[in-house]
């Protein structure tokens, strides 16, 4: 049974830290997507690959957000500082990215909490 | 830019009743539609989707919805919730851009609580 995993599970740091997480997507999908979500925006994309090339990193703060696929599989969600505001889980997504059809699966999520 | 509105925050329901989730979206080319349950503490899984075709996509666990392009709407539906249905439902849009398709673009989403 294929599935997307992330790791960690649950991370708590203080603000400031350096924080990464981490994504495995199911073996042959070519598009990762990373969405977070919090109580008060919902659940936003914040960027997303295909092919490991990143395609669209709209939605993530520039100055201190930054996403990797340093191969196919692993991409690398990285918060450097890390500020309180950051605190929300962030979920991982994988899909073929097949032509108009985008069905994505998603993984556990990492919840972050940032004291 | 895309946008996805759900129109009730909270639903609470008895067992056995009927069930319906709005869902309107805006976006004036080709879409996919999603509906999206998360139970506590877990991770999104997919109930249904709509690419082409019917109109009337059926679901796991009974959900069905169906997509009204003069309306922009993809309603969620079941015709007998049950305890077990109590969760946190999404409605996601993603586009076709011709290069491939983009992330999902999701509404705030509808707490269901269904009491025994």
């Known amino acids: 049974d294929a599935r997307v995993t992330q790791t960690p599970r649950h991370k708590v740091t203080e603000m400031g830290q350096e924080v990464t997480m981490r994504c495995q997507p199911i073996l042959g999908h070519n598009t990762v997507f990373w969405y977070r979500q919090t109580m008060m925006q919902g659940l936003e994309l914040l960027a997303y690959f295909r092919n490991r090339a990143p395609l669209d990193d709209s939605g993530m703060p520039k100055d201190r957000f930054s996403a990797e696929m340093p191969d196919a599989t692993l991409a690398t969600l990285k918060i450097q500082p890390s500020e309180p505001r950051d605190s929300a889980v962030y979920f991982c997504?994988?899909?073929?990215?097949?032509?108009?059809?985008?069905?994505?699966?998603f993984g556990p999520g990492t919840r972050l909490t940032v004291l | 830019a895309q946008s996805v509105s759900q129109h009730n925050h909270h639903v609470i329901l008895s067992e056995a009743a009927s069930l319906e989730l709005g869902c309107n979206y805006s976006y004036g080319g080709t879409v996919n539609l999603f509906w999206y349950v998360q139970y506590p503490g877990q991770h999104l899984q997919l109930l249904l989707k709509y690419f082409s075709g019917d109109p009337l996509v059926k679901g796991i666990k009974g959900f069905e919805a169906e997509f009204i392009k003069s309306k922009f709407s993809f309603n969620l539906r079941k015709p007998s919730v049950q305890w077990s249905d109590t969760a946190e439902y999404f409605c996601a849009v993603s586009v076709f851009s011709g290069g491939g398709a983009d992330g999902l673009t999701f509404g705030k989403g509808t707490h269901l609580i269904i009491q025994p």
């Open positions: 997504a994988s899909g073929s990215g097949q032509g108009v059809f985008n069905e994505q699966f």
